[in-house]
């Protein structure tokens, strides 16, 4: 079994919570209330701010150039591509890229993002990455599942742009590359000894990505 599978059996009851929040099915079937959507996409530019921080973090725990390239690549994505959906979407409400970076952050957000960034300060390359795989693999493993549902990705779905983008290639092969690095960071640096440590980093992770779907669920009118 892969390194990642491991991590997903061992905390699979959160893996479950978080991949199939009633948050993610409402969005497939479009009933998801426009103010959840809202209140979680504006957070969420909250948090890809403070992940394109972790992925600096990642870029100076890196021990070689050919992980520092990966994690800059990594932190180009949310930079360059991820955050130019946020701005698109909230722009069809009136919400400016300030207007966003000025919103009150919410202890969901602030719990998820600063938990990650501590993982990664006192742990290596190889616990960081550990703390961001939730993420990543995660949205690409929820947008492919919410794509295959009949009607998604119609344009009558307002939320057909966000699956489409989160299904599209381009996410995919960003977790791909996610996945295919923490295989190789594991066979270097996961010992039988780390694995519990590992472990419990994952599942924190993943149980503070379906607290972040929770908020959003709760903001429902
Ligand atoms: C909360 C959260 N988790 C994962 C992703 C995927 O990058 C995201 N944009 N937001």
Avoid at 104 to 118: K, S
Wanted: proline share 5%; glycine share 6%; hydrophobic share 50%.
């Amino acid at each position: 079994m892969s390194f990642f599978e491991r991590l997903k059996t061992a905390a699979s009851a959160e893996w479950r919570a978080y991949t199939g929040h009633p948050f993610t099915d409402a969005m497939a079937d479009g009933s998801l209330p426009e103010a959840a959507f809202r209140h979680y996409l504006v957070q969420d530019y909250l948090f890809l701010i403070e992940f394109a921080r972790a992925y600096a973090l990642a870029i100076y725990k890196s021990p070689s150039l050919a992980d520092m390239r990966e994690s800059a690549a990594g932190l180009s994505a949310i930079l360059d591509v991820e955050m130019d959906l946020h701005i698109k979407l909230c722009a069809g409400w009136g919400l400016s890229p300030g207007d966003l970076e000025r919103a009150p952050p919410a202890v969901e957000m602030l719990a998820y993002t600063r938990y990650v960034l501590d993982a990664g300060m006192r742990g290596d390359l190889l616990a960081l990455k550990v703390a961001l795989a939730p993420c990543v693999i995660g949205y690409a493993e929820i947008a492919t599942r919410l794509a295959s549902r009949p009607g998604a990705r119609a344009a009558t779905n307002p939320y057909s742009v966000w699956i489409s983008e989160y299904a599209g290639a381009l996410y995919q092969e960003v977790a791909a590359n996610a996945r295919a690095q923490l295989e190789r960071l594991a066979s270097r640096y996961a010992t039988p000894a780390r694995e519990a440590e590992l472990i419990a980093i994952f599942r924190e992770a993943t149980r503070l990505e379906a607290d972040f779907w929770e908020m959003g669920w709760r903001a429902r009118p």
